[in-house]
Every structure is written in C-alpha cells, then in structure tokens.
C-alpha cells in the first residue's frame, strides 16, 4: 500500500525559510508523481505543482510558481516542499499526494 | 488550460437518498479524473479514478460517470458516514486542477 509520511507542525515567521518533507514507500516511488496541495483554514484543496521523482522535472500552479520550490531525493524517496521567505497568508496545510495515496498532512503556521 | 468547475457548492438530502455531483470541464479531456471525499479533520481519500473506476476498498454506492465535458460523481443510497466534502481532480496533465468541492449534509 502507498504510504506517504510527511514531516510535522512548523512555526514560523513571517520572513523565514521552511522546508518540508514527504517520504513514501510501499509502493515504486519512481513511478508516481507527487503532488503538493494547499488548504487553507475552511477552504478547499489547492494545487501547488507536481514532481516526476524519476528525473525531477517539476511543473507549479501560476498561482504558486515562484513562492515556493518542489524538489525530490529518489535515493531517499523524499519530495520537498520549499519556501525561501514565508508570510502570513502561508498558513494552512500541505499535502503531498499521489493519485492513490496521501501524506498525514504538515500544518504549517506562520506569525510574528 | 482546462479549468473545472464544480457544482452544487453544496447539498442537503435524507439517508437513502440518491446524489449526483457534477464537474464540467472547459473543454475536452482524457479520463484522467478523480473524485476524493474529505470528511472533517481527515485527510482527503480517493473514491474514484480514470473517471469510472471504483479504488479498492470504496463501497459499491459510490460511482464515477462521464458524458462529455461532464463527469459526475454518483452517491447511491446516501449514508450518515458519507457526510463530506467531495472534490474532483484532473491528473493527466498539468495544472491539476481541483474542482471547488461539494458539501454534502443529510437533512
């Protein structure tokens, strides 16, 4: 079974840098793209942009591209999801995601 | 890009009801589209995928049908535990756009 485990709650703020982690197994970890997903307190799901793990060639939502930064380590089978200067309106949870699994979430909270 | 747009934004209907979700693409698409169900304070789970094709362990009530640019997510016989929001997804190409979501009460 597809298990995607994500690092846990940040505290940030605003200014700083995050990254978080989702590392799957269970499954061929090449073969899938992960998906990063955004949701806002309330709101409905967000999507970031996508990574193939097997040669990490990434595609963002206009609406994210440039604020943050997906990468992937296949020889740990971890994606990434990177902000280089957080603000405010950052706070929600992410997913990663693949089509037949989800990561736990990470709630990421940003506030001076 | 194609855009999806999802509808109602919610609904109300009594156990054992039949309920129809649908999400209308902007122009025409492969069959690559899920439907999740998110129940409050739970992580998103996938229903259906390839736009008809139940995922192992969802119970038989669920179904996923497409007619052109429409695909609808089908509820049959409605259950207190299928209290949720319902989201579709496209997934064969970038963006992978999610549909607005569905809120699904019982009256």
């Known amino acids: 079974d597809v298990q995607l485990v994500q690092s846990g709650t940040e505290v940030k703020n605003p200014g700083e840098s995050l990254t978080i982690s989702c590392r799957g197994s269970?499954?061929?970890?090449?073969?899938?793209?992960i998906n990063w997903v955004r949701q806002l307190p309330g709101e409905g799901l967000e999507w970031m942009g996508t990574?193939?793990?097997?040669?990490?060639?990434?595609d963002y939502s206009p609406s994210f591209q440039g604020h943050v930064t997906i990468s992937v380590d296949k020889s740990i089978s971890t994606a990434y999801l990177h902000w280089s200067s957080l603000k405010a309106s950052d706070t929600a949870m992410y997913y990663c995601?693949?089509?037949?699994?989800w990561g736990q979430g990470t709630l990421v909270s940003v506030s001076s | 890009d194609i855009q999806m747009t999802q509808s109602p934004a919610s609904l109300s209907a009594s156990e054992g009801d039949r309920v129809t979700i649908t999400c209308r693409a902007s122009?025409?698409?492969?069959?690559?589209l899920a439907w999740y169900q998110q129940k409050p304070g739970q992580v998103p789970k996938l229903l259906i995928h390839?736009?008809?094709t139940l995922h192992s362990g969802v119970p038989s009530r669920f179904s996923g049908s497409r007619s052109g640019t429409d695909f609808t997510l089908t509820i049959n016989s409605l259950q207190p535990e299928d209290v949720a929001t319902y989201y579709c997804?496209?997934?064969?190409?970038?963006?992978?756009?999610f549909g607005q979501g569905t809120k699904v009460e019982i009256k």
């Open positions: 995601a693949v089509l037949t699994g």
């Open positions: 269970g499954y061929s970890f090449i073969s899938y793209w």
């Open positions: 990574i193939d793990p097997n040669d990490s060639h990434t």
């Open positions: 122009q025409g698409m492969s069959n690559s």
């Open positions: 390839a736009a008809s």
């Open positions: 997804q496209k997934y064969d190409s970038a963006p992978r756009t």
